[in-house]
Antibody
Framework: QVQLVQSGGGVVQPGRSLRLSCGAS????????MHWVRQAPGKGLEWVAV????????YYADSVQGRFTISRDNVKDTLYLDMDSLRAEDTAVYYC??????????WGPGTTVTVSS | EVVLTQSPGTLSVSPGERATLSCRAS???????LAWYQQTGGQAPRLLIY???TRAAGIPDRFSGGGSGTDFTLTINRVEPEDSAVFYC?????????FGPGTKVEIK
């Protein structure tokens, strides 16, 4: 069935880096744009980044611009989020999500990132 | 950046009643590129509506979206107990894409 499987979360010190992965199955990954969305503890949803289906375009939230990089491997059917210079305010559950006609119609289960010394 | 404002912050409704949620944008949203999501507990969000008024696959017809430009609504007809959740609007007409702060729907 259509699903997204996430990995890579954990506890990391401020200023360090972390890579999140999101593996896709059950659909043609290369046909869909993909998003990262995060949710800080007790807070609402915050859009993080989007990448076009073929990787040609990438856009970021101002809060992560220059520190986070979204990428994809359409051979491995995997989406990535490389997070550098992590801050306490980056602590959140991170979700990957598939684009369908603009909406995010399939979501991963989320992975928790905690930035703390 | 397009700022989305949702009202009310919390809505308390009885089963069988209608719930109307509002989402207002600080700028006109291109081509009505607005979506609605439902999030229950600690689960991932679920897409309800895209393109302002098109229901996503498998979404009951009790849920309907409307509006255009800067003012949008999500209507839940005949509210059921399992509709207790936080509902978010999100615009994808202009980057950075943004979410509203959410409306919490409580069932009496």
């Amino acid at each position: 069935q259509v699903q997204l499987v996430q990995s890579g979360g954990g506890v990391v010190q401020p200023g360090r880096s972390l890579r999140l992965s999101c593996g896709a199955s059950g659909f043609t990954f290369s046909n869909h744009g993909m998003h990262w969305v995060r949710q800080a503890p007790g807070k609402g949803l915050e859009w993080v980044a989007v990448i076009w289906h073929d990787g040609t375009n990438k856009y970021y939230a101002d809060s992560v611009q220059g520190r986070f990089t979204i990428s994809r491997d359409n051979v491995k059917d995997t989406l990535y989020l490389d997070m550098d210079s992590l801050r306490a305010e980056d602590t959140a559950v991170y979700y990957c999500a598939r684009v369908l006609k603009g909406g995010m119609d399939v979501w991963g289960p989320g992975t928790t990132v905690t930035v703390s010394s | 950046e397009v700022v989305l404002t949702q009202s009310p912050g919390t809505l308390s409704v009885s089963p069988g009643e209608r719930a109307t949620l509002s989402c207002r944008a600080s700028q006109k949203i291109n081509s009505d590129y607005l979506a609605w999501y439902q999030q229950t507990g600690g689960q991932a969000p679920r897409l309800l509506i895209y393109g302002a008024s098109t229901r996503a696959a498998g979404i009951p017809d009790r849920f309907s979206g409307g509006g255009s430009g800067t003012d949008f609504t999500l209507t839940i007809n005949r509210v059921e107990p399992e509709d207790s959740a936080v509902f978010y609007c999100q615009q994808y007409g202009r980057t950075p894409f943004t979410f509203g702060p959410g409306t919490k729907v409580e069932i009496k």
